[in-house]
């Protein structure tokens, strides 16, 4: 059907015509930045042209799918395809890196090293999204590690080298988890290694060893979108690292671990997935509820947006809790709707600090009066993560919501108790959100300073924070352009828990 390697092609393209960067000239960096622009738009495009004319929406099964012998050793396949649910992440991916390079531009040291590592984090966050082999999985996700790192503790605040720690060993501590899983799955019940998706989703394994199986990835998966007590890494993280950096944390790497959660979890251990499915409810409103109230403790700017998107997380682990098409469909929803509004919301926070150079709330004020653009948009983000109708961020969590209350596992009591409690948190984000712009925006603090004029927002900046405003107004308006390309995907894998 198709014999041309799309996905090997938009995989590997970064990383490798990233490498290239070292040999480029020393003439500056407007090269280097211009060179990096245009591969990430190339990459764009390649997408967005392989998915809409090579990829059929109605058919729920893998597509574009590749399978070349890798490692004869051990039956190592490099295995590509995508489907529904992975074809939204992988598009959100080619967007916010390309917005990512282009906020980049005020980085000047080692550039090109920089550069390198942001097309490096390019290839290996498709990666995940688009393997069909386990072991394949493990890799592209390892991937991902290093150049966060490197970007954390090279161009990172104050305390980078011990965020930066604290980044590695969290995530290095989950993915050895996610390597025994991999590995138990591929070793069980054969002496011949099967890694494959598919053949594994065939497989069914007693109940103790599924368990088994679900807690080391559930760990895995756990520490990278953050799920409490394991998200302690991440407003280090965010608070310390470059704000384009922070785009790609917020927006790509965050929604890596959720989409393990369906991937793996839910398709590849259906019946441990069915018993763990109310804890997963429960640690989801507790994470909704304990981000919002953590989060006016903040002083830093970046961190109290950091915990503002932890508690938007709980929506997710919820939505893939409620064994239900709707929740399902929500989750995935909220998935690329928070990967536009978190990023959106660092790259202003970072921005914000580029003009002022302060990072704590409680110094901050009176900045609209002389940065009205930032302000503009920066409050408009806001509401649109505080889930304004209209807004994608309103349609994911209310179809949460109908999830959790069309769920056919739970009883009545359960499904209104979880509702209510979201509901309190729901309650609850827009007392952060409003208390920051106050902080930020009103007041008088900077406006007496003698240096109060600032420079706002360039047309670069503006560009980008249309283009992450215009998806965000268009899912909330349209929402049915997300849906079109799960709705089957989801319906499959739900077949799994009622059917069998």
């Given at each position: 059907m198709n014999n041309f390697p799309w996905?090997?092609?938009?995989?590997?393209?970064?990383?490798?015509?990233?490498?290239?960067?070292?040999?480029?000239?020393?003439?500056?960096?407007?090269?280097?930045?211009?060179?990096?622009?245009?591969?990430?738009?190339?990459?764009?495009?390649?997408?967005?042209?392989?998915?809409?004319?090579?990829?059929?929406?109605?058919?729920?099964?893998?597509?574009?799918?590749?399978?070349?012998?890798?490692?004869?050793?051990?039956?190592?396949?490099?295995?590509?395809?995508?489907?529904?649910?992975?074809?939204?992440?992988?598009?959100?991916?080619?967007?916010?890196?390309?917005?990512?390079?282009?906020?980049?531009?005020?980085?000047?040291?080692?550039?090109?090293?920089?550069?390198?590592?942001?097309?490096?984090?390019?290839?290996?966050?498709?990666?995940?999204?688009?393997?069909?082999?386990?072991?394949?999985?493990?890799?592209?996700?390892?991937?991902?590690?290093?150049?966060?790192?490197?970007?954390?503790?090279?161009?990172?605040?104050?305390?980078?080298?011990?965020?930066?720690?604290?980044?590695?060993?969290?995530?290095?501590?989950?993915?050895?988890?996610?390597?025994?899983?991999?590995?138990?799955?591929?070793?069980?019940?054969?002496?011949?290694?099967?890694?494959?998706?598919?053949?594994?989703?065939?497989?069914?394994?007693?109940?103790?060893?599924?368990?088994?199986?679900?807690?080391?990835?559930?760990?895995?998966?756990?520490?990278?979108?953050?799920?409490?007590?394991?998200?302690?890494?991440?407003?280090?993280?965010?608070?310390?690292?470059?704000?384009?950096?922070?785009?790609?944390?917020?927006?790509?790497?965050?929604?890596?671990?959720?989409?393990?959660?369906?991937?793996?979890?839910?398709?590849?251990?259906?019946?441990?997935?069915?018993?763990?499915?109310?804890?997963?409810?429960?640690?989801?409103?507790?994470?909704?509820?304990?981000?919002?109230?953590?989060?006016?403790?903040?002083?830093?700017?970046?961190?109290?947006?950091?915990?503002?998107?932890?508690?938007?997380?709980?929506?997710?682990?919820?939505?893939?809790?409620?064994?239900?098409?709707?929740?399902?469909?929500?989750?995935i929803l909220q998935i690329i709707s928070?990967?536009?509004?978190?990023?959106?919301?660092?790259?202003?926070?970072?921005?914000?600090?580029?003009?002022?150079?302060?990072?704590?709330?409680?110094?901050?004020?009176?900045?609209?009066?002389?940065?009205?653009?930032?302000?503009?948009?920066?409050?408009?983000?806001?509401?649109?993560?505080?889930?304004?109708?209209?807004?994608?961020?309103?349609?994911?969590?209310?179809?949460?919501?109908?999830?959790?209350?069309?769920?056919?596992?739970?009883?009545?009591?359960?499904?209104?108790?979880?509702?209510?409690?979201?509901?309190?948190?729901?309650?609850?984000?827009?007392?952060?959100?409003?208390?920051?712009?106050?902080?930020?925006?009103?007041?008088?603090?900077?406006?007496?300073?003698?240096?109060?004029?600032?420079?706002?927002?360039?047309?670069?900046?503006?560009?980008?924070?249309?283009?992450?405003?215009?998806?965000?107004?268009?899912?909330?308006?349209?929402?049915?352009?997300?849906?079109?390309?799960?709705?089957?995907?989801?319906?499959?894998?739900?077949?799994?828990?009622?059917?069998?």
């Amino acid at each position: 059907m198709n014999n041309f390697p799309w996905l090997t092609l938009i995989v590997v393209l970064p990383i490798s015509a990233g490498s290239l960067i070292f040999f480029l000239p020393h003439r500056g960096n407007k090269v280097i930045r211009w060179y990096t622009l245009c591969i990430c738009i190339i990459e764009l495009l390649l997408t967005t042209y392989a998915f809409s004319y090579r990829f059929q929406l109605d058919d729920p099964l893998m597509q574009l799918t590749e399978n070349y012998k890798w490692i004869n050793f051990f039956d190592f396949y490099w295995r590509l395809g995508i489907d529904g649910i992975s074809i939204g992440p992988i598009l959100l991916t080619g967007f916010i890196t390309t917005l990512a390079t282009l906020a980049a531009w005020p980085v000047t040291r080692d550039s090109r090293l920089f550069h390198f590592l942001m097309l490096a984090m390019y290839s290996g966050q498709i990666g995940p999204f688009s393997s069909q082999d386990l072991l394949l999985f493990f890799i592209m996700w390892e991937l991902e590690l290093i150049p966060v790192y490197l970007l954390l503790s090279m161009w990172g605040g104050k305390k980078r080298l011990y965020s930066a720690t604290k980044f590695i060993l969290y995530t290095a501590g989950g993915s050895v988890f996610l390597l025994i899983g991999v590995l138990g799955i591929g070793l069980y019940g054969s002496n011949e290694p099967t890694l494959n998706f598919e053949t594994s989703a065939n497989q069914s394994y007693p109940v103790a060893l599924e368990i088994i199986f679900y807690i080391g990835f559930l760990i895995a998966f756990a520490v990278k979108s953050p799920i409490i007590p394991l998200h302690t890494w991440l407003p280090d993280t965010h608070g310390e690292a470059h704000y384009s950096t922070c785009m790609l944390l917020a927006g790509i790497l965050l929604k890596m671990g959720a989409y393990g959660l369906i991937r793996i979890n839910m398709e590849l251990l259906p019946h441990a997935h069915s018993i763990f499915s109310p804890w997963l409810m429960i640690v989801g409103t507790i994470q909704i509820i304990y981000a919002a109230l953590t989060s006016p403790g903040q002083r830093n700017l970046k961190k109290r947006i950091a915990y503002s998107s932890v508690s938007h997380m709980g929506f997710i682990i919820i939505g893939i809790g409620s064994i239900s098409d709707t929740g399902l469909n929500g989750t995935i929803l909220q998935i690329i709707s928070h990967g536009f509004i978190g990023a959106a919301l660092f790259f202003l926070a970072g921005t914000s600090y580029d003009r002022i150079r302060l990072v704590y709330l409680d110094e901050m004020g009176g900045m609209a009066i002389s940065i009205p653009k930032i302000f503009t948009t920066f409050s408009i983000l806001s509401m649109a993560s505080l889930a304004l109708p209209g807004m994608s961020g309103f349609v994911a969590e209310l179809i949460v919501f109908f999830g959790i209350l069309t769920s056919q596992k739970y009883l009545l009591m359960t499904k209104i108790l979880i509702t209510f409690v979201m509901a309190i948190g729901m309650i609850l984000t827009p007392i952060y959100s409003l208390s920051m712009l106050r902080q930020m925006f009103y007041g008088y603090k900077l406006f007496n300073a003698p240096n109060s004029y600032f420079f706002d927002s360039g047309p670069r900046e503006l560009f980008i924070s249309i283009s992450i405003l215009l998806p965000v107004i268009g899912i909330g308006i349209y929402p049915d352009f997300v849906f079109s390309l799960s709705v089957d995907k989801a319906e499959a894998i739900l077949s799994n828990f009622f059917y069998r």
